[in-house]
């Protein structure tokens, strides 16, 4: 089973007693929406897991707008809601894909296998007539035995050897194609992009809040060879990982995000930055 869910998938085990589901909506605008919406209604069963209290940790100097959480504390959220290493689960944003993909890339991190990602999310749930309650679970907590994956971050020198030129193992930068070409940066200081870095989208990967399949996903990734390393990133880790998990589901091996992303990058005075 890949790392792609559809509704009628989820209506058939909602019941299951060995399936956690998570919601993760959030606004960028707005840090309070998701949990709000969360607390108006949310698919029966649903705990709560807020993309900057419990998938991102204190922002400092270094490490990037959403850098990784304390992992203590992702471990005891986890088990808190009641989640153990046999759990399944499923988690699902509003459609973007992007906020739910950091949460299933942690759990993948933590060495997790039974993560999935709900297509099309809340908004395919409530469209297929999926019932929604307000009622907060609770579940008994259970112990979770973390195997930290680190073959799938990408380190600070791993990129910064692309950037000189010493290593030529790709690097996919996945923002909007303005913002890779410094036509425009709503965020970070200074426009541009990671130097060796080539632009493919998230987005051409998401569709209407659903991740494309089969052939359509690999074609994005044809150029590339599916057995060498690949390395993602994007502002700030976050809408980097439906490219992560495009890559994986169109059979590629030996994928890594930069959690920091290009708002780390940039935190370094002496990092350049490429346009156009």
Known sequence: MKAIIDTDWLRGHIHDEDLRIIDCRFSMGNPAEGRERYKENHIPGAVFFDLEKD???YVKKHGGRHPLPNMKNFLRKVEDVGIDNDTAVVIYDEKEGAFAGRCW???QY???EKVYILNGG???WEKAGGKTESTVPVYPSKSYRP???ET???SLDEVRSIADGVRD???IDSRSRERYLGQEEPIDRIPGHIPGATNLPWTEGVKDGYFIQGEQQYDRFAHLNKNEPVIVYCGSGV?????FISLKEAGFNHVKLYVGSYSDWVSYENHTVEKE
């Open 110 to 112: 933590i060495g997790h």
């Open 147 to 149: 195997s930290f994956n």
């Open 169 to 171: 193992t790709p690097l």
């Open 105 to 107: 890339w942690l759990f």
């Open 55 to 57: 998938l991102s940790g």
């Open 152 to 154: 799938i971050v990408a």
């Open 122 to 124: 809340f908004a395919a």
């Open 239 to 243: 809408t980097a990982t439906p490219n």
